[in-house]
């Protein structure tokens, strides 16, 4: 069903699409939603924010072009994870663009507020730091997250803190954008450019295409991750990343 041109910008209009339900059987139904502007944007598609009229609750809608060249994994992954640290698949539907043959995954997720990259941002600017009692709660919360969908097969392939979502109020941390996820099977190659530049495992910047959802854990993207939540800098980690690098 293609989407009305309100929702491109007219926030206050109510916008009604046939979705389906992210979990349990594919039973469409209208769903529909007002309160609509950008909340973010990149090479991967528009995240707006929106809220249900059913519930009143606020949700993002991801907006993706469906390019036939790349396979695009994040519904189906994202339709078996069912975890309380993971970004909620409230529903799917699917609009077609301005030109013609152009069709967009549009996933009603979750909305959470801030991420660990801005609220890092915040401190630094402030001249401060996260308090320790936070870095660890995120941190235990990342670690839950990953341990759930290793266990499901899955390797995210994208950590970074502005894809840790959190709630200011809450502490609760959920992990999002599985568009670069995989569900890794032994012995089948993968890609090695793959996962943002600054959080990529050595083994990834060796060109390996053989690796494990360890990738996710043991390269630099958590002690990076840790130490830009606890400073708001990226710094590079010269005898770890050797030690790892010796490893290899």
Do not use: W
């Not at 507020?113 to 936070?134: C, D, G, L, W």
């Not at 959802?213 to 993207?221: H, L």
């Amino acid at each position: 069903m293609p989407l009305p041109a309100c929702f491109l910008g007219d926030s206050g209009k109510v916008t009604t699409v046939v979705a389906t339900p992210g979990q349990g059987p594919d039973r469409p139904q209208e769903v529909s939603y007002t309160d609509i502007k950008v909340i973010g944007n990149g090479s991967f598609g528009v995240v707006y924010q929106a809220r249900l009229i059913d519930t009143q609750e606020m949700v993002a809608i991801k907006k993706v072009l469906q390019d036939k060249r790349f396979k695009n994994r994040e519904l189906q992954i994202m339709r078996k994870l069912d975890h309380c640290n993971i970004v909620r698949l409230r529903y799917f539907f699917y609009s077609s663009g301005e030109k013609k043959d152009e069709v967009y995954l549009n996933l009603v997720l979750d909305f959470v507020p801030e991420t660990v990259y801005r609220v890092a941002r915040h401190f630094n600017k402030a001249k401060s730091i996260i308090p320790i009692i936070y870095v660890k709660v995120y941190m235990y919360q990342l670690f839950r997250s990953l341990a759930y969908i290793h266990s499901q097969g899955v390797c995210h392939r994208d950590i970074k803190p502005q894809n840790l979502l959190v709630d200011p109020e809450t502490a609760v941390l959920k992990l999002c954008d599985f568009g670069s996820a995989k569900q890794l099977v032994r012995g089948e190659p993968n890609v090695s450019y793959i996962c943002s530049r600054y959080y990529r495992a050595p083994e990834l910047i060796f060109g390996a295409t053989d690796y494990t959802a360890n990738i996710d854990i043991c390269g630099r993207e958590l002690p990076m991750l840790f130490n830009f939540s606890t400073t708001g800098s990226r710094v590079s980690f010269p005898f770890f990343f050797a030690n790892c690098s010796a490893k290899l």
